[in-house]
C-alpha cells in the first residue's frame, strides 16, 4: 500500500472518529424537551399532551433513575437528545411517571386519597373529607371493600357480554378507577367509580374534580355494595 493511500485512511479514520464523538457530545449536551409518548390501538407510539402533575410526577422519577434534566420556562423538563431520540425510553418513563402505585410511593405531598389495585383495576379512593357535597352521607372506603366493589362490577359486566352492553368499546382493564362511597337513603353503601382512559394522561388526577363528558375516554360506574349489583353504568357524554 502506497503511503499516499495510508495517509488518506488514516485521515478518513481521524474524521469518521471526530464526526462520531462530536455527534456523540451533541446528543448528550443538547437538552429538549420531555414529550410523553404512549402506545395507540395499533401499539404505535404517539404523543400525547403533559399536564402539571405528571411532569412533577417525571421529575421525581428521572432523580430515582439519574437522569440529567433541566426546567424550562414553562416549568417543563428538558432532557439529553440522546434520551428523547430513544422512543422505547420516552414512552417507558411516561408510562411510570402515570402509574398511580408509583408515584403515591414516592409523593412529595399528602393527596386526599389513596392507592388501590387488584385483578384488573388500578386506582386511587378518595377520603369522605375530600368530597364536595356528599359531606352528610359520605363513606370511608377500604380497599377490601374497593375489591368487593370490582368484584360485583367485572362480573356484572362479564355476564353482560361485556362493556358493549353499554355501547362502551374499550375493555374495563384501560381504564384507571377512582373511587368515592356514601350511604343512600335506604342505607345501602353505594360506591361510585369514575374511570379515565389510562392513555389519556391528562384526565388523571388527585384532587376530586370529574368531567362532565369525554365519551369513551371517561366512564362512570355506580355500584350498590349493599344489594351487589350494578346501579348504572355508561360514559361521560360526547368528547
Not at 403533559?50 to 430515582?64: H, P, R, S, T
Request: charged fraction near 25%.
Amino acid at each position: 500500500m502506497s503511503i499516499k493511500r495510508k495517509v488518506a485512511l488514516i485521515s478518513a479514520g481521524v474524521i469518521i472518529c471526530l464526526a462520531a464523538a462530536i455527534g456523540w457530545w451533541y446528543v448528550s449536551d443538547t437538552y429538549v424537551e420531555f414529550l410523553p409518548l404512549i402506545p395507540n390501538d395499533k401499539n404505535e407510539l404517539v404523543e400525547v399532551e403533559g399536564y402539571a402533575d405528571f411532569y412533577k410526577n417525571l421529575e421525581i422519577l428521572m432523580k430515582e433513575e439519574g437522569i440529567d434534566y433541566r426546567i424550562n420556562i414553562l416549568d417543563h423538563p428538558e432532557v439529553p437528545l440522546k434520551i428523547a431520540l430513544n422512543k422505547n425510553r420516552v414512552a417507558g418513563l411516561t408510562k411510570k411517571a402515570c402509574d398511580i402505585v408509583w408515584v403515591y410511593q414516592h409523593r412529595e405531598r399528602d393527596y386526599p386519597s389513596f392507592p388501590c389495585a387488584g385483578e384488573g383495576y388500578e386506582g386511587v379512593v378518595f377520603y369522605k373529607d375530600s368530597l364536595r357535597n356528599r359531606n352528610d352521607s359520605a363513606i370511608d372506603l377500604t380497599c377490601n371493600d374497593i375489591k368487593a366493589t370490582e368484584q360485583i362490577f367485572q362480573s356484572a359486566v362479564k355476564k353482560a357480554g361485556g362493556p358493549a352492553h353499554w355501547n362502551i368499546k374499550l375493555p374495563l382493564a384501560v381504564y384507571y378507577r377512582q373511587y368515592y362511597g356514601y350511604v343512600n337513603k335506604a342505607g345501602e353503601k353505594i360506591v361510585e367509580i369514575e374511570m379515565p382512559l389510562m392513555g389519556d394522561i391528562s384526565s388523571l388526577w388527585y384532587q376530586f374534580d370529574p368531567p362532565s363528558d369525554g365519551g369513551d375516554i371517561f366512564l362512570h360506574a355506580v355500584i350498590n355494595l349493599t344489594r351487589k349489583e350494578i346501579v348504572s353504568f355508561y360514559n361521560n357524554g360526547n368528547a
